[in-house]
């Protein structure tokens, strides 16, 4: 059974690149699924991030493009998170996720809070 | 702003049936992709609850169904029970700007 593991809380300073890693058990992060980044603001909705395909190759929101960098360890079945120059704006829940080639999420981590002060 | 749009709260009674709808256009839903939905429980990470407009991953009671339309798609709930109580987001692909996209979510409150 393939299960997602974010890290813990994380605190992040303004202008600084924001960095977690998904953990993926149970399933090759090698197989024909997209690894995802999801993130949900305080009381707010959530907001599609990006994902990697395990050779590499990315997709992101263009909104957060110029700032995300999505990367994927196979030897370790993990993939990595990186956003740079956080804000204020960027505090939020941020869901690890497996991403189908039809376009939706299937299996989703439990979320990392992360605060930018 | 959520690309896609849904209402911010529908409620109804135990027993009842409720239905959420979910508003695209021309680039997303109506273009013909897909339209899926998650439930999220209060303090939970979301979980997918349609995918494909209409289909149920295993363990999803057939109380929930989707169904698309155009460039709309809806979400029914019937026989509602207080542990319904979440909410749900609907969920599609943008080929305008090349990104999963999602509504704004919508809380079931039930009363």
């Known amino acids: 059974q393939v299960q997602l593991h974010e890290p813990g809380p994380a605190l992040v300073e303004p202008s600084e690149t924001l960095s977690l890693t998904c953990s993926v058990s149970?399933?090759?992060?090698?197989?024909?699924?997209?690894w995802g980044w999801i993130r949900q603001p305080p009381g707010k909705g959530l907001e599609w991030i990006g994902y990697?395909?395990?050779?590499?190759?990315?997709r992101y929101n263009p909104s957060l493009k110029s700032r995300v960098t999505i990367s994927v360890d196979t030897s370790k079945n993990q993939f990595s998170l990186h956003l740079s120059s956080v804000t204020a704006a960027d505090a939020a829940v941020y869901y690890c996720?497996?991403?189908?080639?039809?376009?939706?999420?299937?299996?989703w981590g439990k979320g990392t809070r992360v605060t930018v002060s | 702003q959520s690309v896609l749009t849904q209402p911010p709260s529908v409620s109804g009674a135990p027993g009842q049936r409720v239905t959420i709808f979910c508003t695209g256009i021309?680039?997303?839903?109506?273009?013909?992709?897909?339209v899926h939905w998650y439930q999220q429980l209060p303090g939970t990470a979301p979980k997918l609850l349609i995918y494909?407009?209409?289909n149920r991953p295993s363990g999803v009671p057939d109380r929930f169904s989707g169904s698309k339309s155009g460039a709309s798609a809806s979400l029914a709930i019937s026989g509602l029970q207080a542990e319904d109580e979440a909410d749900y987001y609907c969920?599609?692909?943008?080929?305008?700007?090349?990104?999963?996209?999602f509504g704004g979510g919508t809380k079931l409150t039930v009363l």
């Open positions: 996720a497996r991403d189908r080639v039809d376009y939706y999420m299937d299996v």
């Open positions: 149970g399933h090759s992060i090698s197989s024909d699924y997209y």
């Open positions: 494909g407009n209409n």
């Open positions: 021309s680039s997303n839903i109506g273009a013909g992709y897909d």
């Open positions: 990697v395909y395990h050779s590499g190759s990315t």
């Open positions: 969920q599609s692909y943008d080929t305008s700007l090349t990104a999963r996209v």
